[in-house]
C-alpha cells in the first residue's frame, strides 16, 4: 500500500508545493518563507503534519516544502543552510554535526506490530526463533531485546528486510516466521490472512520512541521566533483536534486539498487508519516531552545509534524545547 500511495503522489506533492507559494500575510510583511524539507513524497501518514502546516499557512505563515530522496539528503539541506526546518528522527546527525541542529516538535512516534505465523502463540513461542526488522542495529531491534528481555527468552539470529511491505510478501510466500510491520501493512495482511498470522503484544507507551520530530539549526530556531512560534501552535492545535476525533482527518484533507491525486481506496480508508493510528499512539497529541526524549536517547543508546550510555546523553544536546514551551502555553496544553 506505501508503494502504491507514493506512486500516486507526484502530482499531488507539485499541487501542494504550488499552492504553499500562494500570497499570505508574512509575504505581504516582507517576511522569508520558512522552507521546510520532507524526506518523501507526503503520503497517508503525513497528513497529521500536512493538516496542521496547511492551517499554519491560513494564519499568515509563509512556507515552502522541497521534496527530497531520503532522510540524509533532507538533513543535509538543513545542515547547508538550505532549508530552514525538516521532519525527521537525525539524532546520529546531530551528534555528529558541527553546527547545532536541534529536534523542537515530535510529530510522530515508532509504533509497529510483531505479525507472527498462527502457530506462534506467544512471545514464549519465540525463544530461539529469528525476528525480521527493517535494518541492522535500528530502534526496532533494540526495543524487541526490551521485549525478549522482559519475557525470558532469546531471540534467534536477526533478519534484515528494508520496506513493511517487502516482509508482508516474506511472510505471506513462508520465507521467514515473525516481522515487525507498520500499522498500515499489519492490517492488510491481518485483513487478507486472518488465519494464517497473529499480532503479540509490543512494547508499552512509554517505551515507544520518536518516528519523526521537526528540526531545525538552533540559530534559526532563535532568530525566527515568531513563525516557529505559529507553526507550533497551530499543529498543536491540529493534533489537538485530531486526537480528539481521528476521523476528521478525511475532512482536513478535502478542506486543504491535501494528496489530491490519492487512490480512491486509500481515500475510503483514511478515517478509519486515524482512527486506529491514534488510538494505538503512532501519532503525538502534545508535540513531544523531555520525557519522550529521554525515552529515546535510551532506546537509540542501547542500538548503537547513539554513542555513550543513556547517563551521559543529554536531552539538551538534541532538543530545544522552548519554543514548544512557549506554544503549549498559548494552546493550553
Not at 502530482?11 to 509575504?27: I, K, R, Y
Not at 491514534?278 to 529515546?296: H, L, M, N, Q, R
Request: net charge negative.
Amino acid at each position: 500500500m506505501h508503494l502504491i500511495a507514493k506512486s500516486a503522489l507526484v502530482a499531488g506533492a507539485t499541487a501542494l508545493a504550488a499552492a504553499s507559494l500562494a500570497p499570505t500575510v508574512a509575504q505581504a510583511q516582507d517576511a522569508e518563507p520558512i522552507h521546510v524539507a520532507l524526506a518523501d513524497l507526503p503520503e497517508v501518514e503525513t497528513l497529521f503534519f500536512l493538516v496542521g502546516l496547511a492551517r499554519a499557512g491560513e494564519k499568515g505563515l509563509d512556507y515552502e516544502l522541497t521534496f527530497f530522496n531520503g532522510e540524509e539528503l533532507a538533513i543535509q539541506a538543513i545542515l547547508a543552510d538550505q532549508a530552514d526546518v525538516g521532519l525527521g528522527s537525525p539524532y546520529a546527525v546531530i551528534q555528529n554535526a558541527s553546527v547545532p541542529v536541534r529536534l523542537f516538535q515530535q510529530t510522530s512516534r515508532i509504533i509497529f506490530f510483531p505479525v507472527v505465523s498462527a502457530e506462534i502463540e506467544s512471545w514464549q513461542d519465540m525463544d530461539g526463533k529469528s525476528m525480521t526488522y527493517h535494518s541492522r542495529g535500528g530502534p526496532l531491534e533494540a526495543l524487541a531485546s526490551i521485549v525478549a528481555e522482559r519475557e525470558g527468552i532469546t531471540l534467534g539470529t536477526p533478519n534484515y528486510v528494508p520496506g513493511s511491505e517487502n516482509r508482508v510478501v516474506a511472510l505471506t510466500q513462508g520465507h521467514i516466521d515473525a516481522a515487525l510491520i507498520d500499522l498500515l501493512n499489519k492490517n492488510m495482511i491481518m485483513e487478507e490472512h486472518p488465519d494464517e498470522f497473529r499480532v503479540l503484544s509490543w512494547v508499552g507507551p512509554d517505551e515507544v520512541v520518536t518516528d519523526e520530530a521537526l528540526f531545525a539549526r538552533q540559530d534559526w530556531l532563535q532568530e525566527n521566533e515568531d513563525q516557529v512560534g505559529l507553526l507550533l501552535e497551530e499543529l498543536l492545535r491540529s493534533a489537538k483536534e485530531i486526537c480528539a476525533n481521528p476521523a476528521m482527518i478525511a475532512e482536513e484533507r478535502e478542506k486543504y486539498n491535501l494528496l489530491p491525486d490519492l487512490p480512491q481506496e486509500l481515500a475510503d480508508g483514511l478515517a478509519d487508519y486515524y482512527v486506529e493510528a491514534i488510538e494505538a499512539g503512532v501519532y503525538s497529541c502534545d508535540g513531544g516531552s523531555p520525557e519522550a526524549a529521554k525515552t529515546d536517547l535510551a532506546v537509540l543508546s542501547q542500538s548503537g545509534q547513539l554513542e555513550g550510555s543513556p547517563d551521559e546523553l543529554k536531552v539538551e544536546d538534541f532538543w530545544y524545547f522552548e519554543p514548544l514551551q512557549a506554544a503549549k502555553e498559548k494552546v493550553g496544553m
